[in-house]
């Protein structure tokens, strides 16, 4: 049983298929938005430049000592440093042709956070010759102040 879905007259069809017509032109589309590059968004920044070492640091081919004080100050050989300048100070003590001794004294009231922050630092640049001096400070850490006992309360 043949059916029909319009009138059949035996006269061609005059409208034309438009469904590959729209296929095509949705790939096109397509592929244009994929090619499209992602538009990127930049701000330009005028970044500080890194303060220079200062030229009154006393710089030893042998050793060079890193004190920390109770008042969150870097010393380098006993000139105070804030932390960018103990950087390039660092750097220029390793671009040495001999690779001089780092000491690391921190006061007994030093902060934990800068004593963290400077062994980060140092760790960073690649220092091999490094070590810990005045640790005999801390021989009796935890024992406490002799006139107190363990069992009194401190207000």
Known sequence: MAMSGGKDDGAPMMEMNTTPLIDVMLVLLIMFIITIPVATHAVNIDLPAPSEVPQNVDMNPIKNKVILTQDDLILWNGTPLNQNQFVATLQQSLALPVEPELQFQPDEFASYELSAQVLRIIKGSGATKFGF???????????????????????
Do not use: H, L
């Not at 001096?133 to 207000?155: I, L």
């Open 133 to 155: 001096v005045g640790n005999e400070q801390y021989r009796d850490f935890g024992s406490g102040p002799k006139d107190v006992n363990a069992t009194t309360r401190v207000p």
